[in-house]
């Protein structure tokens, strides 16, 4: 199989996805890309604005939907279209 053609329709459907609010970004402590599952999300309205926590232990990132990302007072003439905040830490499976 063609890889570079796999690429692009795992691009693509990823696109799809994340247009109809199937899926969203997560960013990783490494910078990578990763995707979860939306759980409320529409095409119309996406609402991303939740903490994702990086267990060290198990290596898991996952979505905290409840908990909701902080307003930031950004300096004049900065705008923001999407915010993210990564914790990472010991999660409630790994806490011993
Ligand atoms: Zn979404
Ligand atoms: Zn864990
Ligand atoms: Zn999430």
């Known amino acids: 199989m063609d890889r570079s053609f796999d690429r692009v329709t795992v691009y693509r459907?990823?696109?799809?996805?994340?247009?109809k609010g199937l899926i969203h970004k997560v960013l990783d402590d490494e910078?990578?890309?990763?995707?979860?599952?939306?759980?409320?999300c529409s095409k119309e309205?996406?609402?991303?604005?939740?903490?994702?926590?990086?267990?060290?232990?198990?290596?898991q990132t996952q979505c905290l939907d409840n908990i909701?990302?902080?307003?930031?007072?950004?300096p004049a003439g900065f705008l923001a279209?999407?915010?993210n905040l990564l914790i990472q830490g010991v999660c409630d499976q790994c806490d011993q």
């Open 68 to 74: 909701r990302i902080p307003e930031i007072d950004l």
């Open 81 to 83: 279209k999407e915010k």
């Open 45 to 59: 309205n996406h609402n991303h604005e939740h903490v994702h926590f990086k267990c060290e232990s198990c290596g």
């Open 13 to 19: 459907t990823l696109k799809t996805f994340l247009d």
């Open 31 to 40: 910078g990578v890309s990763k995707y979860a599952l939306c759980s409320e």
